[in-house]
Nanobody, 128 residues
Framework: QVQLVESGGGLVQAGGSLRLSCAAS????????MGWFRQAPGKAREFVAA????????YYTDSVKDRFTISKDNAKNTVYLQMNSLKPGDTAVYYC?????????????????????WGQGTQVTVSS
């Protein structure tokens, strides 16, 4: 069992930055691929970014490429999402998720059903 707690959300003006953190409870975190998803009001939860268990490979949805960076610190059981040049369209609840089923340096899981554990979410609001 992996428990995940997100933090770092808040209100920011367009063009600003935020860094989200997701702390995991279990030592198995180091062997998990990790992902960030988001859900805006009235919309389905969508993939944002993911990273392999070793941190060696990452993948981003097109709308956040070159603005967001995902990273993983296995020593601290924490995954981060650095978000720069934020836009009002980035407003959503952001969720981190853990996938212990894909311990690969080549495959990055990007589908919701590939993730077994989820955090409660943190709100990010970007004002124009």
């Amino acid at each position: 069992q992996v428990q995940l707690v997100e933090s770092g959300g808040g209100l920011v003006q367009a063009g600003g930055s935020l860094r989200l953190s997701c702390a995991a409870s279990a030592r198995t975190f180091s062997s998990c691929a990790m992902g960030w998803f988001r859900q805006a009001p009235g919309k389905a939860r969508e993939f944002v970014a993911a990273i392999t268990w070793s941190g060696g490979k990452t993948y981003y949805t097109d709308s956040v490429k070159d603005r967001f960076t995902i990273s993983k610190d296995n020593a601290k059981n924490t995954v981060y999402l650095q978000m720069n040049s934020l836009k009002p369209g980035d407003t959503a609840v952001y969720y981190c998720a853990a996938s212990p089923d894909y311990r690969s340096d080549y495959y990055v899981p990007i589908s919701r059903n590939e993730y077994r554990y989820w955090g409660q979410g943190t709100q990010v609001t970007v004002s124009s």
